[in-house]
């Protein structure tokens, strides 16, 4: 089953209590996903030729700081980090290519789950709440922020299965659904240079926008060529620097509910994950169409 959940704040006053909103949210999807659960949050943005990263490793006596202190020396770069449970975000001043590929070759013990100037990704194995608590999400400050809790129908139980996938800077994907041709695309997009980390078929979907706006389109651009290029049945949210966007396949048989305010806009896969937003009572509330693109994205910055 799985399920969807997502907040894109409207009113900036909000973001200081964005993890506190979404914090119920996601809980609230513990029945459709009791296997694993993250979320992508966008905020505390660093500036233009720095990047900011989230690494995990499974040991909480793993030595951050001599990691950081390291890659400082090393890349002779300027590097602070922030740790938050088995994960810890790191701010380098350099570009994301030279720092992925620095972890990648020189700390293999660490995976990256995120890289960008603006998102945050953080997810584990088990139920939602605990995650929530784990990270201490309802303290999180941001502008926007989607989630997953995962029912494993693709792939085994695992960190490396759970969502949001990441493979494009501050672009993430979250997916209730499945894919029938992701071995296919998989193979066309190795062909092309977008290595996969696992077998997950959200990944694969994740991969295939990244080369798309890679190729120059934008995020409505790539998602019009998604509806005819990914084949299945699926909801999927899609965040980005600047917003997220929302599509269902054209049969849309995955449940998904949007409620919109003057303060923010939601999604939720069912009714009760919006309920203890402020204001819910007098939302627009609708289910989106099938095939159809519903996006809100800030001007770029």
């Known amino acids: 089953m799985c399920g969807i959940v997502g907040l894109y704040l409207k009113n900036k006053s909000l973001e200081s209590q964005i993890g506190q909103m979404f914090a119920p949210m996601l ?24 990047i900011k990263l989230t690494l995990r490793h499974d040991d909480r006596s793993y030595d951050w700081a001599a990691l950081a202190q390291r890659t400082q020396e090393q890349l002779n770069v300027k590097v602070e980090f922030v740790q938050n449970d088995l994960a810890a975000v790191f701010k380098i001043t350099t ?8 972890f990648t ?30 990270f201490n999400l309802q303290a999180m400050q941001g502008s926007h922020i989607i989630g997953h809790t995962r029912m494993a129908t693709e792939s085994a139980v ?8 990441s493979t494009g800077q501050d672009l993430c994907l979250v997916h209730n659904g499945s894919f029938s041709n992701h071995n296919r695309l998989r193979l066309e997009l ?67 509910l949007l409620a919109e305010t003057d303060d923010y806009v939601a999604i939720a896969s069912e009714y009760q994950a919006l309920t203890t937003l402020p204001g819910i009572d007098k939302a627009r509330i609708w289910e989106p169409e099938p095939a159809t693109i ?8």
Request: aromatic content about 8%; overall charge negative; hydrophobic content about 35%.
């Open 105 to 134: 070759s020189q700390a293999p013990e660490v995976l990256i789950l995120s890289a960008g100037r603006s998102i945050e990704i953080l997810k584990a194995v088990g139920l939602p709440q605990q995650i929530c608590d784990d």
């Open 190 to 256: 190795e062909r092309k240079g977008y290595a996969m980390k696992t077998e997950n078929d959200t990944e694969v979907a994740a991969g295939y926008l990244t080369w798309r706006m890679d190729e120059g389109d934008s995020l409505d651009e790539s998602l019009h060529h998604a509806i005819k290029d990914l084949d299945g049945f699926y909801t999927l949210a899609i965040g980005t620097r600047d917003g997220f966007a929302v599509i269902r396949d054209p049969i849309a048989c995955k449940p998904a």
């Open 95 to 102: 570009d994301a290519k030279k720092a992925t590929q620095y």
């Open 158 to 165: 695992t960190l490396e299965g759970s969502h949001p996938f």
């Open 27 to 50: 809980a609230a999807m513990t029945g459709r996903g009791p296997d694993s659960a993250g979320f992508a949050i966008y905020g505390d943005e660093v500036p233009q030729g720095s």
């Open 294 to 301: 519903y996006s809100w994205q800030r001007e770029s910055h």
